[in-house]
Protein backbone atom coordinates (compact mmCIF):
# COMPACT_ATOMS: atom_id res chain seq x y z
CA UNK A 1 0.00 0.00 0.00
CA UNK A 2 1.50 3.29 -0.84
CA UNK A 3 1.71 5.81 1.78
CA UNK A 4 3.48 8.95 0.40
CA UNK A 5 -0.06 10.08 -1.15
CA UNK A 6 -2.09 10.10 2.09
CA UNK A 7 -2.73 13.13 3.77
CA UNK A 8 -1.23 14.88 6.57
CA UNK A 9 -4.16 15.21 8.38
CA UNK A 10 -5.07 11.45 10.36
CA UNK A 11 -6.65 10.00 13.47
CA UNK A 12 -4.64 7.76 15.43
CA UNK A 13 -6.04 4.29 13.59
CA UNK A 14 -4.85 5.75 9.92
CA UNK A 15 -1.58 4.61 8.79
CA UNK A 16 1.66 7.08 8.93
CA UNK A 17 2.81 8.27 5.43
CA UNK A 18 5.98 6.87 6.22
CA UNK A 19 7.43 4.23 3.95
CA UNK A 20 9.96 1.45 4.49
CA UNK A 21 12.33 2.69 2.12
CA UNK A 22 12.68 5.32 3.82
CA UNK A 23 13.61 3.89 6.88
CA UNK A 24 15.83 1.54 4.93
CA UNK A 25 17.82 4.41 3.47
CA UNK A 26 18.54 5.92 7.45
CA UNK A 27 20.81 2.13 8.13
CA UNK A 28 22.72 0.02 6.32
CA UNK A 29 22.11 -3.12 8.39
CA UNK A 30 21.49 -5.85 6.28
CA UNK A 31 18.10 -8.20 8.07
CA UNK A 32 19.38 -11.31 9.31
CA UNK A 33 17.45 -14.46 7.84
CA UNK A 34 15.49 -16.03 10.45
CA UNK A 35 13.01 -13.29 10.85
CA UNK A 36 10.90 -11.37 8.59
CA UNK A 37 11.74 -9.00 5.58
CA UNK A 38 11.87 -5.44 6.88
CA UNK A 39 9.28 -4.74 4.16
CA UNK A 40 7.12 -7.04 5.57
CA UNK A 41 7.14 -6.04 9.36
CA UNK A 42 6.82 -2.57 8.14
CA UNK A 43 3.81 -2.93 6.27
CA UNK A 44 2.29 -5.27 9.05
CA UNK A 45 3.15 -2.98 12.07
CA UNK A 46 3.25 0.27 10.67
CA UNK A 47 -0.32 1.06 11.53
CA UNK A 48 0.40 -0.39 15.31
CA UNK A 49 3.57 1.46 16.20
CA UNK A 50 2.11 5.15 15.00
CA UNK A 51 -1.42 4.12 17.42
CA UNK A 52 1.33 3.19 20.42
CA UNK A 53 3.31 6.59 19.72
CA UNK A 54 0.33 8.77 20.02
CA UNK A 55 -1.06 6.74 22.92
CA UNK A 56 2.13 6.68 24.78
CA UNK A 57 2.23 10.47 24.58
CA UNK A 58 3.84 11.65 21.14
CA UNK A 59 1.97 14.83 20.50
CA UNK A 60 0.69 14.81 16.50
CA UNK A 61 2.96 16.79 14.89
CA UNK A 62 6.13 14.23 16.26
CA UNK A 63 4.43 11.19 15.75
CA UNK A 64 5.56 10.38 12.56
CA UNK A 65 8.95 11.23 13.25
CA UNK A 66 8.71 8.86 16.12
CA UNK A 67 7.29 6.22 14.04
CA UNK A 68 10.21 6.57 12.08
CA UNK A 69 12.62 6.46 14.45
CA UNK A 70 11.31 3.68 15.92
CA UNK A 71 11.72 1.35 12.63
CA UNK A 72 15.20 2.73 12.11
CA UNK A 73 15.80 1.20 15.50
CA UNK A 74 14.07 -1.88 14.55
CA UNK A 75 15.85 -2.76 11.56
CA UNK A 76 19.22 -2.00 13.66
CA UNK A 77 18.30 -4.54 16.08
CA UNK A 78 16.19 -7.20 14.30
CA UNK A 79 19.22 -9.30 14.84
CA UNK A 80 18.52 -9.56 18.89
CA UNK A 81 15.03 -10.28 18.54
CA UNK A 82 15.14 -13.71 20.31
CA UNK A 83 10.86 -14.93 20.32
CA UNK A 84 10.74 -14.50 23.88
CA UNK A 85 7.14 -12.96 23.07
CA UNK A 86 5.35 -12.07 19.20
CA UNK A 87 7.50 -9.66 16.98
CA UNK A 88 4.29 -7.23 17.56
CA UNK A 89 5.24 -6.95 21.35
CA UNK A 90 8.65 -6.63 21.08
CA UNK A 91 8.49 -3.61 18.53
CA UNK A 92 6.00 -2.19 20.81
CA UNK A 93 8.89 -2.09 23.76
CA UNK A 94 11.05 -0.49 20.99
CA UNK A 95 8.44 1.87 20.62
CA UNK A 96 8.51 2.53 24.81
CA UNK A 97 11.86 3.06 24.50
CA UNK A 98 11.93 5.51 21.40
CA UNK A 99 8.77 7.45 23.31
CA UNK A 100 10.37 7.54 26.64
CA UNK A 101 13.76 9.31 24.66
CA UNK A 102 11.55 11.88 22.98
CA UNK A 103 9.33 13.07 25.82
CA UNK A 104 12.86 13.78 27.86
CA UNK A 105 14.42 15.40 25.14
CA UNK A 106 10.88 17.85 24.22
CA UNK A 107 10.66 18.10 27.87
CA UNK A 108 14.23 19.89 28.19
CA UNK A 109 13.90 21.49 25.59
CA UNK A 110 10.95 23.19 26.51
CA UNK A 111 12.06 23.54 29.89
CA UNK A 112 15.33 25.79 28.17
CA UNK A 113 13.09 27.89 25.91
CA UNK A 114 10.62 28.42 29.24
CA UNK A 115 7.92 26.88 27.93
CA UNK A 116 5.40 24.54 29.11
CA UNK A 117 5.97 21.18 30.13
CA UNK A 118 3.34 19.67 28.85
CA UNK A 119 4.34 17.56 25.57
CA UNK A 120 0.84 16.24 24.30
CA UNK A 121 -1.37 17.94 22.69
CA UNK A 122 -4.20 15.64 23.03
CA UNK A 123 -6.28 17.44 19.78
CA UNK A 124 -6.72 14.64 17.19
CA UNK A 125 -8.64 15.34 13.97
CA UNK A 126 -11.18 12.53 12.65
CA UNK A 127 -11.46 11.93 8.95
CA UNK A 128 -14.53 10.97 7.56
CA UNK A 129 -18.20 12.23 6.43
CA UNK A 130 -20.38 11.91 9.32
CA UNK A 131 -20.02 15.20 11.27
CA UNK A 132 -21.37 13.65 14.85
CA UNK A 133 -19.83 10.58 14.14
CA UNK A 134 -16.35 12.24 13.64
CA UNK A 135 -17.49 14.57 16.58
CA UNK A 136 -17.93 11.72 19.39
CA UNK A 137 -15.00 9.55 18.07
CA UNK A 138 -12.43 12.86 18.31
CA UNK A 139 -14.17 13.28 21.76
CA UNK A 140 -13.08 9.78 22.84
CA UNK A 141 -10.00 10.07 21.02
CA UNK A 142 -9.24 13.13 23.23
CA UNK A 143 -10.09 11.92 26.45
CA UNK A 144 -8.24 8.48 25.74
CA UNK A 145 -5.04 10.29 25.18
CA UNK A 146 -5.39 12.39 27.76
CA UNK A 147 -5.97 9.81 30.33
CA UNK A 148 -3.38 7.20 29.21
CA UNK A 149 -1.21 10.32 29.40
CA UNK A 150 -1.68 11.13 33.00
CA UNK A 151 -1.25 7.12 33.78
CA UNK A 152 1.77 6.22 35.56
CA UNK A 153 4.07 4.56 33.51
CA UNK A 154 4.51 1.15 34.47
CA UNK A 155 0.74 0.68 34.13
CA UNK A 156 -0.09 2.55 31.02
CA UNK A 157 2.64 0.04 29.33
CA UNK A 158 0.72 -3.06 30.56
CA UNK A 159 -2.83 -1.60 30.14
CA UNK A 160 -2.08 -0.10 25.90
CA UNK A 161 -0.31 -4.37 25.48
CA UNK A 162 -3.01 -6.25 27.46
CA UNK A 163 -6.24 -4.19 26.98
CA UNK A 164 -5.89 -1.67 23.70
CA UNK A 165 -3.64 -4.26 21.88
CA UNK A 166 -5.08 -7.76 23.37
CA UNK A 167 -1.80 -9.47 24.26
CA UNK A 168 -2.22 -12.45 26.29
CA UNK A 169 -0.93 -11.67 30.07
CA UNK A 170 1.66 -14.47 29.81
CA UNK A 171 3.50 -13.19 26.39
CA UNK A 172 3.66 -9.44 28.72
CA UNK A 173 4.85 -11.62 31.89
CA UNK A 174 8.10 -13.41 29.33
CA UNK A 175 8.33 -9.94 27.49
CA UNK A 176 9.11 -7.91 30.25
CA UNK A 177 10.79 -10.86 32.42
CA UNK A 178 7.78 -10.65 35.26
CA UNK A 179 5.83 -13.25 36.64
CA UNK A 180 2.31 -13.63 35.65
CA UNK A 181 1.13 -12.68 39.38
CA UNK A 182 2.99 -9.28 38.81
CA UNK A 183 1.12 -8.63 35.36
CA UNK A 184 -2.25 -9.32 36.15
CA UNK A 185 -1.62 -6.90 39.68
CA UNK A 186 -0.20 -4.14 37.91
CA UNK A 187 -3.08 -4.31 35.15
CA UNK A 188 -5.89 -4.28 38.05
CA UNK A 189 -4.36 -1.35 39.44
CA UNK A 190 -3.77 -0.03 35.95
CA UNK A 191 -7.34 -0.23 34.87
CA UNK A 192 -8.19 1.16 38.36
CA UNK A 193 -6.57 4.05 37.42
CA UNK A 194 -8.00 4.75 34.08
CA UNK A 195 -11.42 4.66 35.29
CA UNK A 196 -10.84 6.91 38.11
CA UNK A 197 -8.85 9.21 35.79
CA UNK A 198 -11.66 9.05 33.00
CA UNK A 199 -14.35 9.82 35.95
CA UNK A 200 -12.35 13.20 36.62
CA UNK A 201 -12.11 13.85 33.35
CA UNK A 202 -15.62 13.15 32.57
CA UNK A 203 -16.62 15.52 35.91
CA UNK A 204 -14.42 18.05 34.65
CA UNK A 205 -15.08 18.76 30.94
CA UNK A 206 -18.31 17.54 30.57
CA UNK A 207 -16.86 14.66 28.56
CA UNK A 208 -18.55 11.04 28.10
CA UNK A 209 -16.37 8.22 26.51
CA UNK A 210 -19.36 5.81 25.29
Known sequence: MARASRTAVHSEDEPSRLRASDVREATRVENPADVPSFDAI?????????RSVRRLGVAEEAAEDVTQEVFITVHRKLDTFEG???LKTWIFGVAHGVVRNHRRSAKRARERDGGSTEDMEIADPITGNDPLRQAERSEAVQILHAVLDAMDEDKREVFLLADLEKVPPAEIASFKGMKLFTVYSRLRAARAQFKKLASRYRTTHGWRMS
Open 84 to 86: RSS
Open 42 to 50: YDQHVDFVY
